[in-house]
Structure formats: C-alpha cells, structure tokens
C-alpha cells in the first residue's frame, strides 16, 4: 500500500513569514511529486511539480526533495492572507498510472 | 489558460439511481482520470483511462463504476444503482504523459438522497 503523509495541522504564520510543509512517501520506487493547493469547496490546483533530489523555485514557492529520505517539502516565503488554503502533497510511482495524494495541511496566513 | 471542464456542478440523485458526470480533458493531452473526494477526507484515485482503454483502477472502481470516451472530447464516468456513501467530490483530470502533473477540472458534486 503506497501512503503518503503529512502533518494535518493546522498551521498558522503571520503574513510575511516563511511557511515550511512537509511530506514523506512510502514507495522508493516513486519518480514524480507535486504540491497541490486547495482551496475549501474547490479542486486541487498543481503550484508545483519537482523530479529530482535538490530544490526547485517558482516564485515565494520552494519544493525540495530527498529520494533517499523519502521526505518533500514545500517552502512558501512571504506568505499572504490568499495563501490560506489547504496544501496537498502528491506522488507519482514509477509503475502506476496514478497520484496518491496525502490528507492535506491546513494552512492559515494571518493578517 | 487551458481547463478541464466538468459538468454538472452539482448533481443530487435518489438512491439506486444511475448518474452520469461529463468532462472534457485538455484537449492536447492523452492521459484521463477520475477522482473523488469525501467531505472532509482524502483525494482518492478511482481510475486512469489511456489510448481508449482503462490503465489502471483502484479498489472504489468496482462494476458500479465505469468510464467512456464516446467521442474525441467528451470523458464520461457512470455510476450505477447509486448510494448514500457515492456522495462526494468528483474530480476529472487529464495530463499529457503520466508522470506528469494534472490539471483537475472543478469538480461534480454529487449527493445521494
């Protein structure tokens, strides 16, 4: 059985602050990972999409990775109010033709 | 930008009755999914659908459930004699390869009464 995990939360920093997330995956066999952003009521929204061990930045948004820890993590600098959202981790295994999805953490951006 | 568009919104059904929820993926892209998701609960992968036949499905996609692509654009998901716990977030996506990320249409909400 394939899991993915993240820390639920909820998670609450001040607007500007640095909000880290976090992710570990259970299948070494695992090649692609994604971070999803949801906001409540509505459908995931891919923000970023990272393949290989080291970081990858896309504007305030930072994804790392670690094969050999199985670990992903999500770095959102200067965050804002409309950062508030719940935040999916997503990984994609070599053989399947699927995400498994972890259960989100709740993120809250305080004004 | 390019969407995945789903239709209904919303769609309430009676108990046992049959439903069918309408997507159309990306129109470049080959790969189609269905997702769900409980209130409250997990995103969960019901199945893939690639070169007009079933890749991969998940333990949920039973012989209730079952997907058709009945043209070039239009990406069906029909659900059979439905039930109170059918009730959920479906969720259509489409990718250009398999690895890749997805992009997922904003969802039928179906609720079984």
């Not at chain 2, 919303?10 to 993926?25: F, K, N, Y």
Request: proline share 4%; aromatic share 12%.
């Amino acid at each position: 059985q394939k899991e993915v995990e993240q820390n639920s939360g909820p998670l609450s920093v001040p607007e500007g602050a640095i909000a880290s997330l976090n992710c570990t995956y259970s299948d070494r066999g695992s090649q692609s990972f994604f971070w999803y952003r949801q906001y409540s009521g509505k459908s995931p929204e891919l923000i970023m999409s990272i393949y290989s061990n080291g970081d990858k930045e896309d504007g305030r948004f930072t994804a790392q990775l670690n094969k050999a820890s199985q670990y992903v993590s999500l770095l959102i600098r200067d965050s804002q109010p409309s950062d508030s959202a719940t935040y999916l981790c997503a990984v994609n295994s070599g053989s399947a033709r699927q995400l498994t999805f972890g259960s989100g953490t709740q993120l809250t951006v305080l004004p | 930008e390019p969407e995945v568009t789903q239709t209904p919104s919303h769609q309430v059904t009676q108990m046992g009755q049959e439903v069918i929820l309408r997507c159309v993926p990306i129109s470049n892209h080959l790969y189609f999914y269905w997702y769900r998701q409980i209130l409250g609960q997990k995103v969960e992968f019901l199945v893939s659908f690639y070169n007009n036949e079933i890749s991969e499905k998940s333990e949920i996609f039973d012989d209730q459930f079952s997907v058709e692509r009945p043209d070039g654009s239009n990406f069906t998901l029909k659900i059979r004699s439905t039930k109170l716990e059918d009730s959920a977030m479906y969720f259509c996506a489409s990718s250009e390869g398999w690895l890749g990320g997805y992009t997922f249409g904003s969802g039928t909400r179906l609720t079984v009464v």
